[in-house]
């Protein structure tokens, strides 16, 4: 079935840090797929999207590009901040409309 | 835009007891989502509605779950009997149902507590 693999955490930087957490799916047809980030006691915020290979998605100083021949969506930031720090989730939307989420990686960021 | 709303934030219950949850999705969207999740883990699919009907049901929805859409507006999902194994976030969200770039919006969450 649908699914997504994240790379597992805590991933922890230093300010000022590049970041890069790794994103790989598996999936019929072609999915539509994003990246959402949940702060502590919070829901869920969009972060970015791509709905077809090669699409970059981009936020906030982050960006995701939809590699079809890889199925992988890899989330980037060049400079990471304190603010950063959350969970992170890939996820997907295969051909029937509901999202597949991987099982998330924390970030933390120190000063 | 208001974006999607949840209430209560916040509901701590004894086993055994019934509790309910409501869902207001941002206006217009005609697909409304639920979804659990536990500490450390991803959000889990429960069930989702097109306008009023309810489209699909995960078997993680037992027989104590039950969740409805009356007018195709707000939402309710609610559990019977409750178990400390209900205890988690519940998620609602919303989207247009475009089939291009679908986008899936979240509200905060309701956080239960079955003790």
């Known amino acids: 079935g649908d699914s997504v693999t994240q790379m597992e955490g805590p991933v922890t930087l230093s300010e000022e840090a590049f970041l890069t957490i790794n994103c790989t799916y598996t999936a019929t047809g072609y999915p539509s797929l994003f990246w959402y980030v949940q702060y502590p006691g919070e829901g869920l915020q969009l972060l970015l999207k791509a709905t077809k290979a090669d699409d970059k998605g981009s936020n906030k100083g982050f960006e995701a590009t939809y590699r079809k021949e890889t199925t992988s969506f890899h989330l980037e930031k060049g400079s990471v901040q304190v603010s950063d720090s959350a969970v992170y989730f890939c996820a997907l939307i295969p051909g029937f409309q509901k999202l597949v989420f991987g099982t998330g990686t924390r970030l933390l960021v120190s000063p | 835009d208001t974006g999607v709303s949840q209430d209560p934030r916040h509901k701590i219950t004894k086993r055994g007891q019934n509790v309910t949850f409501r869902c207001d999705p941002i206006?217009?969207?005609?697909?409304l989502y639920w979804y659990r999740q536990t500490l450390g883990q991803g959000p889990e699919f429960l069930t989702y509605?097109?306008?009023?009907?309810?489209?699909?049901k995960s078997r993680l929805l037992s027989d104590r779950f039950s969740a409805e859409r009356p007018k195709g507006s707000f939402s309710t999902l609610e559990i019977q009997r409750t178990e400390q194994g209900d205890s988690a976030m519940y998620l609602c969200?919303?989207?247009?149902?475009?089939?291009?770039?679908?986008?899936?919006?979240f509200g905060e969450g309701s956080w239960l507590t079955v003790v």
């Open positions: 509605f097109q306008n009023e009907a309810q489209l699909e």
């Open positions: 206006s217009e969207h005609n697909r």
């Open positions: 969200a919303s989207s247009s149902g475009e089939s291009s770039g679908n986008t899936i919006y």
